[in-house]
Nanobody
């Protein structure tokens, strides 16, 4: 059973930084290495949106709203996904979710964490 556990959320002022982590368990190393991983977020009253994803080749993709400010990294040896968030803005406030799936991912990704809250104040 694959399990994803996010951590690192919290409250930060605009312009600050946070680093989110997503620790996976129940994954064989080879399966994790070949998995697509991603971060999604959902603000109150809004649809869930894709923030950043990484495929099995290590290629990353970012939403326009975070490109240049957020950096995604995947450590296959530690089965951990990271999201470094710099120059935070109040509009980054949301619940952030880690997700995993085969590559290419399904329309709705297969595995999800419980989420970690990020709150950015102006």
């Amino acid at each position: 059973q694959v399990r994803l556990v996010e951590s690192g959320g919290g409250s930060e002022q605009a312009g600050g930084s946070l680093r989110l982590s997503c620790a996976a368990s129940g994954y064989a190393y080879s399966a994790y290495s070949s998995a697509c991983m991603g971060w999604f977020r959902q603000a109150p009253g809004k649809e869930r949106e894709e923030v950043a994803t990484i495929n099995s080749a290590g290629s990353t993709s970012y939403a326009d709203s975070v490109r240049g400010r957020f950096t995604l990294a995947k450590d296959n040896a530690k089965l951990t996904l990271y999201l470094q968030m710099n120059s935070l803005k109040p509009e980054d406030t949301a619940m952030y979710y880690c997700a995993a799936d085969r590559c290419p991912p399904r329309t709705v990704w297969n595995f999800w964490g419980q989420g970690t809250q990020v709150t950015v104040s102006s």
